[in-house]
């Protein structure tokens, strides 16, 4: 079972949940930008959380189909027809052989089959590495006419895709509920919480962090996000050993501008680190485009990881939910 890209959109790659184990040797995680969406997606086409799937930039992909395929988008903003009839995401749909699925708008929509796209693992992991030019389809953003192979779908994918057979429906009736998706908005306030060198702000620095609005700059790609706003400024200027990042550490280079950094992030990092968006809000982040605002808001580790195990907690009564209506009901 094969897709064949029809148009390869702006950017659009192979992604999964990351590679785990290797920032030892230097090799960044990776993965989708907006692991929640990736993740439900996936759940409604019956797979794995990590799945391989399409990560799509800014919309544009059109994508045809050689068998009969169950897919589901997911993300935020998403415009999407089968067969020039209007798609919606967060829920799955069967995609006759030989039918068009054009994805019209959407910031980082994930395109989802049931099985996965079948790429070859490399260091544990399928997702595209642009920058080292690995995983994915060999390495590189999607180009036009290319093939993707699927995997078999999963037993849970198969009955999904049979039930909507049966019952001679394309799209899914029920959907993805609002508890497992990211409350997505033009302008977010993100949850942080202090950096280790937070300390070094100056006061004003410190209030302007937390009261002023940034702006998402174009100069933003998968490694992270450059903001701009009132320049940041330190009490005094420090050299810095290179340190350990993560998704969503706020760094402040000399010219004052912070950059949070995203899924393609390096694995250490020698700008002072003032901040960290908690992981429930990344996704939130990951779907804004060049020219959105935000603002930062501060946030206890406790509370930041009591929001973290509600969204564990909601997920997984999503997928034990999927399991019993079509496999053990």
């Known amino acids: 079972m094969t897709v064949h ?11 999964d949940l990351g590679r785990m184990g290797w920032q030892h040797i230097g090799v960044p995680v990776g993965g989708a930008m907006d692991p929640v969406a990736h993740r439900v997606a996936n759940l409604l086409v019956g797979n794995d959380d990590d799945a391989a799937a399409l990560e799509c930039t800014l919309g544009g992909i059109a994508l045809q189909f050689t068998a009969p395929t169950l897919v589901a988008l997911a993300g935020r903003d ?28 959407g910031c980082r929509t994930t395109i989802a089959f049931a099985g996965g ?26 180009r036009r006419d290319d093939r993707l192979a699927l995997s078999p779908p999963t037993a849970l994918g198969a009955r999904i895709a ?8 394309v799209v899914a009736n029920w959907s993805a509920g609002m508890s497992i998706r990211p409350a997505y908005t033009d302008t977010p306030t993100l949850r942080i919480i202090p950096g280790p060198e937070h300390g070094l702000l100056t006061d004003a620095s410190r209030d302007l962090l937390l009261g002023d609005t940034f702006r998402v700059s174009p100069d933003s790609d998968r490694m992270g996000f450059r903001l701009t706003g009132q320049p940041l400024a330190l009490t005094s200027a420090s050299e810095m050993l290179s340190s350990g990042v993560t998704a969503g550490t706020i760094q402040l280079p000399p010219g004052g501008a912070p950059i949070v950094l995203m899924a393609d992030r390096q694995t250490t990092g020698g700008y002072p680190r003032i901040g960290d968006v908690i992981t429930v809000d990344l996704p939130l982040l990951a779907q ?3 020219g959105d605002d935000l603002r930062f808001a501060p946030v206890s580790l406790d509370a930041a990881q009591s929001l973290y195990r ?20």
């Open 5 to 15: 890209v029809r148009q390869p959109g702006l950017l659009t790659t192979v992604q």
């Open 78 to 105: 998403i415009t999407a027809s089968l067969d020039a009839t209007p798609i919606p995401g967060w829920r799955p749909f069967l995609a006759p052989r030989g039918a068009l699925l054009v994805l019209h708008d």
């Open 117 to 142: 796209v079948d790429v070859p693992q490399v260091l544990d992991g399928r997702g595209t590495s642009l920058r080292a030019a690995f995983g994915g389809l060999a390495g590189r953003p999607l």
């Open 162 to 169: 049979a039930q909507l057979d049966a019952r001679s429906r």
């Open 288 to 290: 804004l485009r060049p």
């Open 310 to 329: 509600s969204r564990e907690h909601n997920i997984s009564g999503a997928r034990a939910a999927m399991r019993h209506r079509f496999l053990e009901a």
